[in-house]
Structures are given as C-alpha cells and as structure tokens.
C-alpha cells in the first residue's frame, strides 16, 4: 500500500473526500492514505508547540488512530 506522499493525487484526494465517513465504508488502500496523512500532520502540528496547533495535533492523533485501529482489525500490519 502506498502513504499519502507516494499515491496518485487522485487517490489522495480521494481518501481526503472520505476522511469523515464511517471507517468501515472506507477501503483499505484509502485508510491508510489517511492514517498516514493525519499521523504526519499529528507529528508536524506537535512540533510548533503553540496551544491551537497542540490541539490540531491531538485532533488529527486521535483521527490517525480510529484508522489504525480498523486497519488492524482488518489484519493490516502497520
């Protein structure tokens, strides 16, 4: 499976189009384009270090792991 850095920009967008669907509509190859994409953007917005990019960070932290969770509960190995 491809992240959200090496897919076409069509399946990025996409995903991106799906983010706030229910997970278990969302097909496995799109899932992981977005868990990687809110996983990066957890890590890039933590580093700023101000208050509203904290929170943008826990935001997109909590997103990323709604989809590693249903990712791993379809035998995906992260």
Do not use: P
Request: proline content about 0%; overall charge negative.
């Amino acid at each position: 499976m491809l992240d959200y850095k090496e897919c076409h920009l069509s399946d990025f967008e996409a995903a991106m189009a799906q983010k706030d669907d229910d997970v278990k509509n969302i097909s496995t190859e799109y899932l992981y384009i977005l868990y990687t994409k809110f996983r990066a953007d957890a890590r890039v917005c933590a580093q700023n270090r101000t208050g509203y990019a904290l929170c943008l960070s826990i935001s997109s932290d909590k997103r990323a792991d709604m989809y590693l969770k249903e990712l791993q509960t379809r035998g995906v190995q992260i």
